[in-house]
């Protein structure tokens, strides 16, 4: 029994799982702070707040409405969501774009039984092993 649960905790995918869980937990507070520290009383000057707004309210009937709390949680958010996609998005896809390059894609054609993609040069069908006619390119043979 506990040799089971041992195993299932040993597996790579659970442990980096949970590093990235608490990796995500740590970078979530670098980036709130970030946001909390800098970018939302910059915010409160330009609009002349002071980065709060959370005294701001409407009545309605005698109902007190505070408006300004979800303006405060909305404003973080969608700072939030700017710093990590110019910070990490943007940066982490122009690196793998860069550093890991796609492979060329290899033309295909649909198989004339099951409809299946399948390469071009393939001679059989790997979801229904039809034998099909490899298209081969048309070849010019040079003259010396």
Known sequence: MLKGFRDFMMRG????M?????????FTG???GFVTAFLTPVVGVVVGAAGDFSAYTFSVAGVHFPYGQFLNVLIAFVLTAAVLYFCV?????????????????????PCPECLTDIPEAARRCAA??????????VQVAAKY
């Open 30 to 32: 670098v980036v709130t």
């Open 89 to 109: 998005v943007l940066p982490v896809s122009k690196a793998t774009a860069r550093y890991l390059p796609k492979k060329p894609s290899v033309p295909k054609r």
């Open 128 to 137: 229904c092993t039809a034998v099909v006619q490899p298209v081969v390119p």
């Open 18 to 26: 949970a590093v990235g869980v608490v990796i995500g937990a740590a």
């Open 13 to 16: 995918n659970v442990i980096d």
